[in-house]
Nanobody, 126 residues
Framework: QLQASGGGLVQAGGSLRLSCAAS????????MGWFRQAPGKEREFVAAIRWSGGREYYLNSVKGRFTISRDNARNTAYLQMNSLKPEDTAVYYC?????????????????????WGQGTLVTVSS
């Protein structure tokens, strides 16, 4: 129901835009999130956006470099990643949560999310 795309190989300092398209889901007031998992590490929260109202949340290390957005007409969420660093290398997953809480613990917690995309690999070379 969630299809992530847009990953690839990019040099440090470059940019990529990830997309997360939903099928058979209408986002309404969903919380849309992006997580990532680097080799040998646990999956971590990257960014999220409340579909209704557009409130945004970011991992501190990506603030100012990544921007999450959504397109209501296309039922698609995006993660614009600029000034990429080798440490951003990971498989990126999009996810959607049905709940309405906006607490940081809720937003940052992996188990909050009800639907997950398949992941898209981002590799940043130095």
């Amino acid at each position: 129901q969630l299809q992530a795309s847009g990953g690839g190989l990019v040099q440090a300092g470059g940019s990529l835009r990830l997309s997360c398209a939903a099928s058979r889901l209408t986002f309404n007031n969903y919380l849309m999130g992006w997580f990532r998992q680097a080799p040998g590490k646990e999956r971590e929260f990257v960014a999220a956006i409340r579909w209704s109202g557009g409130r945004e949340y970011y991992l501190n290390s990506v603030k100012g470099r990544f921007t999450i957005s959504r397109d209501n007409a296309r039922n698609t969420a995006y993660l614009q990643m600029n000034s990429l660093k080798p440490e951003d290398t990971a498989v990126y997953y999009c996810a959607a949560a049905l709940g309405t809480s906006d607490s940081l613990r809720y937003v940052y917690t992996e188990r909050t999310y009800d639907y997950w995309g398949q992941g898209t690999l981002v590799t940043v070379s130095s």
